[in-house]
């Protein structure tokens, strides 16, 4: 890359509502979209749109633990009310990814049921409607169980690398690299959300200035997730 990488945030997306085509929505705020971008889209907008919404006891702050447990493939950990499990979709997080924070009271977000398919929609509904080929992220935020804080990773794609294999290319000691995998996705999730924020009302953000080598017409998020067989934590 010889250039720099743009973040954009995406301003004057109202609250998305069931049914709401993302593409759509998204062209409306009038981005200014440009062959080779990368379309950051949150996991709660997503949820929001195909109505992966289920309604919890307001009153009880603990109600939405069944919910938990209904969307984990096995819970992995426990302490306290917090759960660390593995969802159907391979991914392991705090409570299976429900989410009640910029919902409505009494609801709450699961994740989509295959982000890989709903990043695909968004890229097909935007070229279709834009003439506009990009790359498409639904990104969420994730913990890590080795580091305090917390960042957001990459829940699908479509259009754009999910991991770069560098394995076999020359570093620049002239030394061949044996292991190095680069999830460009998940970089790029991390630093959209430092332009859209927790709280800031901005669910989609452009990356602009990606290596146009990342930009794949066939690569899924579902690539991330380790193998249980190479995986030495579970």
């Known amino acids: ?15 998305v509502v069931p049914g709401d085509v993302l593409a759509e929505v998204i062209l409306a705020a009038d981005p200014g979209l440009e062959d080779g971008d990368v379309v950051v889209v949150t996991q709660k907008v997503v949820s929001k749109a ?7 006891d307001p009153d009880d702050p603990l109600d ?9 493939r ?3 950990r426990r302490r306290g009310d917090l759960l660390i ?8 997080c705090a409570n299976s990814g429900i989410d009640l924070s910029n ?29 506009v ?20 990773v990459a829940l699908g794609t479509a259009g754009i690398a999910a991991v770069v294999d560098l394995r076999g290319t020359i570093d620049a000691q002239g030394r061949e690299l044996q292991v190095t995998e680069v999830c460009v996705a998940d970089e790029l999730a991390g630093a959209a959300e430092l332009v859209m924020g927790k709280a800031a009302g901005v669910p989609v953000a452009v990356v602009r200035g990606v ?16 193998d249980p067989a190479e995986d030495l934590f579970r």
């Open 133 to 152: 080929e990009v790359g498409v992220i639904i990104s969420d935020t994730f913990g890590r169980a080795w580091r305090k804080g917390l960042t957001d």
């Open 103 to 131: 919902v409505a009271i009494g609801q709450a977000a699961l994740l989509p049921l295959d982000s890989d398919r709903s990043a695909r929609r968004i890229r097909d509904g935007i070229r279709a409607r834009a003439g």
């Open 50 to 56: 195909e109505g992966r919404l289920a309604t919890v």
């Open 64 to 72: 939405h633990k069944r919910l938990v447990l209904d969307e984990a």
């Open 85 to 92: 499990t593995e969802t159907k979709h391979g991914f392991v």
């Open 74 to 76: 096995r819970v992995l």
């Open 1 to 15: 890359m010889t250039g720099g990488i743009s973040l954009l945030p995406v301003r004057g997306i109202g609250e």
């Open 211 to 226: 290596d146009p080598g990342w930009l794949r017409e066939s690569s899924v998020a579902a690539e991330v997730v380790r």
